[in-house]
Nanobody
């Protein structure tokens, strides 16, 4: 299973970016998809999560500015980031839980992407 993030870049404060997380490989379906972010010297922070039923939750710091969505058929999650601030600068990583049904059982597997850099200039 491969997880690939894209869409990062340099943007001015107040601008927008749209990140994508694509999952490929052998599995039955993708359960939850989560965006985290990481900055040097800080703990990894959960930014937004979406589960298979499209239930979402967000970090307080991004509520009202970021929107997570998914294309279940294509196994892609998106993170629309609006009104970006300098403190949103980080490497954004995608974490997914995939389910593989085999021998009558559902087995869960957890994967991470390599991350995509988002830099917001003030």
């Amino acid at each position: 299973v491969q997880v690939a993030e894209s869409g990062g870049g340099l943007v001015q404060a107040g601008g927008s970016l749209r990140l994508a997380c694509a999952v490929s490989g052998r599995f039955s379906y993708v359960n939850h998809m989560i965006w985290y972010r990481q900055t040097p010297g800080k703990q990894r922070e959960l930014v937004a999560k979406i589960n298979r039923g499209d239930f979402t939750n967000y970090a307080d710091s991004v509520k009202g500015r970021f929107i997570i969505s998914r294309d279940t058929a294509k196994n892609i999650a998106y993170l629309q980031m609006n009104s970006l601030k300098s403190e949103d600068t980080a490497v954004y990583l995608c974490n997914v839980l995939v389910i593989l049904r085999a021998e009558g059982r559902n087995r869960e597997y957890d994967y991470w992407g390599q991350g995509t850099q988002v830099t917001v200039s003030s």
